[in-house]
Nanobody, 114 residues
Framework: QVQLVESGGGLVQPGGSLRLSCAASGTTFSIYAMGWHRQAPGKQRELVAS???????NYADSVQGRFTISRDNAKNTVYLQMNSLKPEDTAVYYC????????WGQGTQVTVSS
């Protein structure tokens, strides 16, 4: 059974930065395209960044140029560096495969507020 454990969220002021981490276990992590997804209150979960097994990245328009996804296959970990944060980035952030094929973890709360 795949387990996903997200960490690194918190409260940050607009313009600040956070780095999220996600440790995966129970799967051959390196072969999967991974993604960071987020869900804001009252909204559907959305994919904000993805990275293929070969390291090719893709971003939602809303975070392009501000967020960077990366992965360390040796550690079964995927990261999301978030810079220039905006209040509209406030959400619970989850990692999963690119297409969300596994059970969702608990997520990590990111709150951007002054």
């Amino acid at each position: 059974q795949v387990q996903l454990v997200e960490s690194g969220g918190g409260l940050v002021q607009p313009g600040g930065s956070l780095r999220l981490s996600c440790a995966a276990s129970g799967t051959t992590f390196s072969i999967y395209a991974m993604g960071w997804h987020r869900q804001a209150p009252g909204k559907q979960r959305e994919l904000v960044a993805s990275i293929t097994s070969g390291g090719h990245t893709n971003y939602a328009d809303s975070v392009q140029g501000r967020f960077t996804i990366s992965r360390d296959n040796a550690k079964n970990t995927v990261y999301l560096q978030m810079n220039s944060l905006k209040p509209e980035d406030t959400a619970v952030y989850y990692c999963n495969s690119r297409f969300g094929i596994w059970s969702w973890g608990q997520g990590t709360q990111v709150t951007v507020s002054s």
